[in-house]
């Protein structure tokens, strides 16, 4: 399988690409964590990339695509991917395409994920993650059992940076402005699929499978 996660800040693409990793064994690739991974170690992509994520605007498609090629070329790829928060933009799309044509491995489809904008705010303040194992909680809809240790391996949660109400609305705006129209790209290529994001997320997953042909 060769997906296209697309969907809004807070949509729910990493919360169901983690699921789908543990049934289907192949790589989640977000550039969002990437992106973090590298500012964490603050390498110079990191500290160049840290500047627009922090303002809640898009990194520039060159540092994206740089890294997204390297990525692709690796051998867990082979079997599949599960690509989130990438592409951002048609150009970002169109160079994926690219690059997939060159590595002979084309898109399956693109699922979009779709919320309505008004509920996506209240997900993104109270989304914390834990430091060690990546397991994401909300402290409105699915809180962790003590207020900041992880269920599963007692690690500290945090917030990200950029999940402040003034970063989380400019992200939306910018999603609104460059990404959404990424849902009229793959529907014109024939490989769009979508599903509602809204409800209980093991619900939600259970119509991501459905829909992708895969429960
Ligand atoms: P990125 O990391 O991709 O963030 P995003 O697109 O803003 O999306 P999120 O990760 O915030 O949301 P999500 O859909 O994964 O939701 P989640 O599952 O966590 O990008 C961050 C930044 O990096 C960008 O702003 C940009 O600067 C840069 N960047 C990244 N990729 C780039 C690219 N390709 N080009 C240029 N720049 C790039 O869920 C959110 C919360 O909701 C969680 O708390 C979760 O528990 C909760 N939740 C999930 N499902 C439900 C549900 N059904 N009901 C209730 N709560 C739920
Ligand atoms: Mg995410
Ligand atoms: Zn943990």
Redesign the pocket.
């Known amino acids: 399988m060769r997906l296209v996660l697309l ?11 983690k699921k789908l990793i543990e049934m289907v064994g192949i790589p989640q690739i ?4 990437l ?2 991974a590298a500012v964490s170690e603050g390498t110079a992509l990191g500290i160049e ?1 840290k500047s ?2 922090d ?7 060159s ?2 695509l740089g890294m ?1 090629k390297e990525r692709l070329q690796d051998e867990d790829c082979k079997k599949g991917f599960i690509l ?6 048609t150009a ?1 799309a169109e160079a994926l395409d690219a690059m997939l044509e060159e590595l002979g491995m084309p898109l399956d489809s693109a699922l979009s ?1 779709e ?1 309505p904008l008004e ?1 996506l705010m209240k ?2 303040t ?4 834990c430091k060690e194992c990546g397991q ?3 402290v ?3 809180a962790p059992a003590t207020d900041d240790a992880c269920d599963k391996c007692s690690g500290e949660l945090y917030q ?1 940076d ?2 402040q109400e003034a970063t989380i609305q400019k ?1 939306l705006e ?2 609104t402005q460059q990404t959404a129209p990424l849902i009229d790209y793959y529907s014109g290529k024939g490989i769009l699929k979508t599903v509602s ?5 093991d619900e ?1 997953f259970a119509n991501v499978t459905t829909t992708l042909g895969i429960s």
Request: glycine residues 16%.
């Open positions: 969907g809004a800040p807070g949509a729910g693409k990493g919360t169901q690409a977000s550039t969002g964590d992106l973090r990339a627009f994520m303002k809640g605007e898009l990194v520039p498609d540092v994206v997204m989130d928060g990438f592409p951002r933009n970002q994920v919320v509920d997900r993104l109270g989304r914390r993650t994401m909680y909300n409105h809809f699915s990200r950029d999940d992200r910018v999603y994001g809204t409800g209980n997320i939600i």
